[in-house]
């Protein structure tokens, strides 16, 4: 996989079709479909007569069984995990009417199916990159005495990586209580100071899937496929001098937190990520004592209540864990968002200002600027004109011909020959593959509409050229209007200081959310284009099998690579101010992000030709320097999520699911979840035109010196009028807490929404919220 169309196509199938589970084929019994759900108990209503919650939690799954268990098939069959931390309940393979049995039973909250997750990077995994680049000042803090842990729910990690080297670092922090567990080609010796824990989750992944084969697959936390080796790298990793992919993108690769712990929680496998795994994982994860938790994954889940990670997430969040999670790759189109519950951070993903430029020099000899990895004989692509060849028809339509699918190129055409090949359907690097095979020199992989002019670079197995939508319909126009079309090519290396930078990629998925307009998502945005990190030792850089080069560090994109970004600055805020809450963390790198790129203009779209939104970036690039030291911040407490949730037209059942473990009850403290103290201000006029005022609360906590007086600066809009009370907050003590509220009139209904900003002020800090203001069309 790799394109963003084929990202979208896997999520529907994601949300329509739950895991299957099939045990025979006897005609005699009519329900022999097995799924996995998850099952989750109330804790408190076990019957004394039990001596231990899972003697409970199983006696209740045994009594609802249609099927009587067959010979040698004992009951601890049927249950495959149990959580105790997070989420309380267990994960057990049952026909639909066992479930909807189960589902009536005292003391259990609430029954779902297992849903699988995707990973979030563009694909196929492999791109160009960029080191990561943020504050050496934040970098170069030490957090020795800090111990702060951060778990990744991912592919594995690959322990040999320069990345993990502990050599300096203080012993593991006492209060850890994860494990290192082993398996084939991971021992004890493979945890170290820097990887504190390592554990596998696999049950939910099995039932669905079958067995792993442990001849072809790691069933250990030895990562296989490279994703979970880089995204845990990008967090934590150790300072690695010289890392490069084949001379591109040369430099120090270093993780975010470089003092942080890493704990790998593989729940990924061959075949995918399923949620009970995923929860699992984030029950043990917590248990285990981790601060933050890095989640790169995600599925199209329609509901709060329905996604376990949502759920397992609200759990870490009450537990004081910071959870950052990948927004998705389904942009740019609207209401593409995954992991859009508040309590989560959501993190979309942008570009850097480092390329790897390559040109291509037509017959005419015009120049066409693109990026490529390519490394390899040189000299001979760029002395030497080669033949240009495009299946398409049409320059700005794609189409199947055009895409390079296998088994579409006849060698008696593009033999010897540079091949042109539209983006889209296939992973990029499979077309480089396809187009190799039919014998081709090379490729010109030209992008369509939607992806406009956003280069993602990748390490093809051939010599090939990314150009964007505008310079693609250029070369394709001169290729169907000269049959004697000619082109060498040319690989530039490195550049570093593009402009403008960063810009919003045009895979990141973007809002508004879909779930609840009043919350703002993305959260922010972060680099997740063309980053370089650890790679493993299993598999090439392009990720195809027929790949054998083998490297140390790889380059991807993806909202899988923004993720660990944000994950390692909160890593580090958690270092500095350990009192925080997952909240506070978010609010600092919310309200200091940027919104203007390196030419000083508003952030730009790659998808389009104008700035983005906050629904594309939500609060905007985050800025870690500025994030140690925010002002103010928008602290949340967990009750005051649970009363968000209690504006959710949830039913009680669907709202225990959350409140079961802490025994909430709806205070109904919200008027309105516009209200829930979130440090992005969605305001949504209703459908009812007589509606014209709408009022929000806020209330910010001094974390800047004890004496700051601040002054309030807003937007204005088009369609209302907007006023700030009080417009002055003049704090005199730390922690202080001070309210306002903001006010929108509006005069004109807008079809369309506004955007805009809050900025608190006082002389050192400026404390920004985003405000987008929403008309419903009336009915
Ligand atoms: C870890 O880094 C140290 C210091 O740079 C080096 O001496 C040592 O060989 C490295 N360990 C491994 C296993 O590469
Ligand atoms: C090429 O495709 C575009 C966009 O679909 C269409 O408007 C145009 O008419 C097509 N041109 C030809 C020559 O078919
Ligand atoms: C939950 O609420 C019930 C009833 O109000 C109470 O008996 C119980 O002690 C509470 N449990 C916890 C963990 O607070
Ligand atoms: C807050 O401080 C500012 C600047 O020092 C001052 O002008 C203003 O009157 C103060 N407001 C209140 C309500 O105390």
């Known amino acids: ?191 170290n100071r820097k990887i504190v824990g390592a554990r596998i989750f696999y049950h939910g992944y099995e039932a669905a899937s079958g067995k792993i084969n442990e001849q072809t697959e790691y069933k250990s936390p030895r990562d296989q496929d490279g994703h979970g080796t880089h995204t845990a790298a990008t ?152 033949a240009l060849v495009y299946m398409g028809t049409n320059s700005s339509n794609p189409e199947p011909s055009s895409l390079c699918l296998e088994g579409t190129l006849d060698p008696h055409v593009v033999s010897g020959k540079i091949v042109i090949c539209d983006r889209g359907i296939s992973p990029r690097v499979q077309k480089g593959q396809v187009v190799k095979d039919a014998g081709g020199v090379g490729m010109i992989l030209t992008n369509t509409a939607s992806n406009g002019e956003e280069l993602v670079a990748d390490c093809h197995l051939l010599p090939a050229v990314a150009v964007g939508e505008i310079e693609g319909k250029l070369i394709k126009h001169y290729v169907l209007t000269n049959p004697k079309a000619t082109a060498t090519l040319a690989f530039l290396g490195t550049r570093l200081g593009i402009k403008p930078s960063p810009v919003v990629a045009a895979f990141s998925s973007r809002g508004p959310n879909f779930l609840t307009l009043e919350i703002l998502k993305p959260d922010v945005v972060a680099p997740g284009v063309n980053i370089l990190a650890s790679w493993t030792g299993e598999i090439g850089p392009s990720s195809l099998p027929t790949d054998s080069r083998r490297v140390k560090f790889n380059i991807l994109s993806g909202t899988s690579m923004s993720c660990p970004h944000v994950s390692g600055i909160a890593a580090l805020l958690k270092a500095r101010h350990p009192e925080w809450s997952p909240a506070a963390i978010k609010s600092a790198l919310m309200t200091t992000a940027y919104v203007h790129d390196n030419t000083h203009k508003p952030l730009r779209d790659a998808s389009a030709s104008t700035s983005s939104s906050p629904f594309d970036h939500g609060a905007g690039h985050i800025n870690p320097v500025k994030a140690l030291d925010p002002g103010l911040v928008y602290d949340i407490e967990a009750q005051d999520y649970f009363e968000f949730l209690c504006t959710q037209n949830l039913t009680p059942m669907q709202l225990r699911i959350f409140g079961k473990y ?118």
Not at 708 to 716: D, G
């Open 1 to 191: 996989m790799g394109e963003n169309s084929v990202v979208k196509w896997v999520f529907l199938i994601v949300i329509t079709n739950y895991v299957v589970f099939t045990i025979g084929f006897s005609s005699d019994f009519p329900i022999l479909t097995k799924n996995t759900y998850i099952i989750q108990m109330d804790k408190s209503a076990m019957p004394e007569s039990f001596s231990s919650h899972l003697d409970w939690y199983s006696s209740k799954v045994k009594s609802i069984l249609v099927e009587p268990e067959t010979e040698g098939d004992d009951d601890q069959d049927r249950i495959i995990y149990s959580y105790q931390n997070a989420f309380h309940g267990v994960a057990a393979r049952l026909s639909e009417e066992e479930a909807e049995r189960l589902e009536e039973e005292d003391g259990v909250v609430a029954v779902f199916p297992d849903t699988k997750y995707e990973l979030h990077t563009t694909r196929s995994p492999l791109f160009l990159g960029l080191e990561p680049e943020g504050s050496t000042s934040v970098w170069s803090e030490n957090l020795a005495d800090h111990d702060v842990i951060v778990g990744v729910l991912d592919t594995g990690i690959w322990p040999e990586s320069e990345s993990f080297n502990d050599t300096g670092m203080s012993p593991v922090p006492a209060h850890w209580k994860g494990a290192c567990e082993t398996g084939r080609a991971f021992q004890k010796h493979h945890c």
């Open 235 to 386: 967090v934590a990793g150790s300072p690695v001098r010289g890392a490069n992919l084949l001379g591109y993108a040369y430099g120090t690769a270093r993780g975010m937190a470089v003092g942080a712990r890493i704990a790998a929680y593989k729940v990924c496998w061959s075949g995918g990520c399923f949620s009970s795994d995923i929860l699992s994982a984030v029950d043990r994860a917590v248990a285990d004592g981790v601060n933050v938790l890095s989640i790169s994954l995600g599925g199209g889940v329609s509901s709060y209540y329905r996604d376990s990670l949502s759920i397992a997430a609200f759990g870490a969040m009450e537990m004081g864990v910071f959870v950052s999670c990948s927004a998705g790759n389904g942009g740019p189109d609207p209401l593409s968002l995954t992991n859009v519950s508040p309590w989560i951070t959501t993190v979309g993903a942008s570009t850097m200002d480092r390329d790897f430029p390559a040109t291509i020099k037509l017959g005419t000899g015009r120049i066409v600027s693109g990026v490529s990895l390519y490394k390899g004989r040189r000299s001979l692509l760029e002395k030497t004109e080669y």
């Open 662 to 779: 802490s025994n909430r009850t709806c205070k109904h403290s919200l008027a309105s979840p516009g209200d829930l103290n979130y440090p992005a201000i969605s305001v949504v006029f209703p459908e009812k035109t007589s509606v014209t005022t709408m009022t929000l609360h806020r209330t910010v906590t001094n974390v800047g010196p004890s004496v700051s007086n601040y002054h309030a600066v807003v937007s204005q809009f088009k369609g209302c009028a907007v006023t700030v009370e009080p417009t002055a907050l003049n704090f005199t003590g730390k922690h202080q807490k001070l309210s306002y509220k903001i006010t929108f009139k509006t005069n004109s209904r807008q079809t369309i929404p506004e955007f805009g900003g809050l900025i608190w002020k006082d002389a050192v800090h400026k404390v920004r919220s985003p405000i987008v203001v929403t008309w419903l069309l009336p009915l």
